[in-house]
């Protein structure tokens, strides 16, 4: 909402003058006037863009978002299931246009560049929720997962690795910045580490990230007008 004042630059180039005239016409006109020119009289107030409201009440669609550790279609595995996914995608950029939220707007500075998405990791070892299988007994979950944020080429993603072997990471999570769709993938695209799943009543069980504290893993929208003011939306979590 910056306002931007008219200003000439030099003091007389645009002036409001009073001129008196009496009964038989003679007339004077003030010496000075007042500067309409000068930086604080006449103004133009941006129009700024107006951020997304996330539609609370997003969910995934059917497939989306879920990996399945088995063995990847064409091999031969002892379960005889191969019906392994290491790499998944879900699409949140509706979540910031869905019935429950409200759609932002980049305003009159058109064209600008309406969206655009990145992750935000509230720190750094953040809980996934997510524990691998305990080589030693299976009763038990193994060592934590964890959250760190990716450096260097890697800067923008989100990796769960083990806690205490950083080294090895499970997974990795990213998003595209232009239209919001999340990757979901293992980083070991040929033997994955399995998780721990408690419940053993269930042979194709489904365990979620889950951080446990809201915020700590988000997809943001900006919106960013053509004279490059921006505004980021209220956030959504994954």
Not at 32 to 55: F, K
Not at 117 to 122: A, E, I, T
């Amino acid at each position: 909402d910056e306002e931007t004042f008219l200003n000439t630059g030099s003091t007389g180039s645009l002036l409001v003058k009073q001129t008196i005239t009496d009964q038989d016409g003679d007339s004077v006109t003030s010496a000075g006037g007042v500067n309409l020119g000068n930086g604080s009289l006449l103004g133009i107030q941006d129009d700024g863009p107006v951020a997304s409201v996330v539609d609370d009440e997003f969910s995934r669609g059917e497939g989306e978002g879920s990996l399945d550790e088995s063995e990847l279609a064409g091999t031969i595995p002892a379960s005889g299931q191969g019906d392994g996914v290491y790499s998944t995608t879900l699409d949140v950029s509706v979540a910031f246009s869905g019935p429950g939220g409200s759609i932002g707007s980049v305003g009159t500075d058109v064209p600008g560049v309406t969206e655009s998405y990145g992750l935000v990791l509230s720190g750094e070892s953040i809980s996934s929720g997510l524990n691998l299988l305990n080589l030693a007994d299976a009763s038990l979950p193994g060592n934590a997962i964890v959250l760190v944020s990716g450096t260097g080429a890697d800067a923008g993603k989100v990796f769960g690795v083990e806690l205490g072997n950083e080294s090895n990471q499970v997974f990795v999570i990213s998003v595209d910045s232009s239209t919001g769709v999340v990757t979901f993938a293992y980083t070991d695209t040929t033997n994955p580490d399995n998780i721990y799943h408690s419940n053993t009543l269930l042979n194709d069980e489904e365990t979620f990230l889950n951080t446990g504290s809201t915020g700590s893993l988000l997809v943001k929208q900006t919106i960013t007008d053509q004279d490059g003011d921006s505004v980021t939306s209220a956030d959504h979590c994954l």
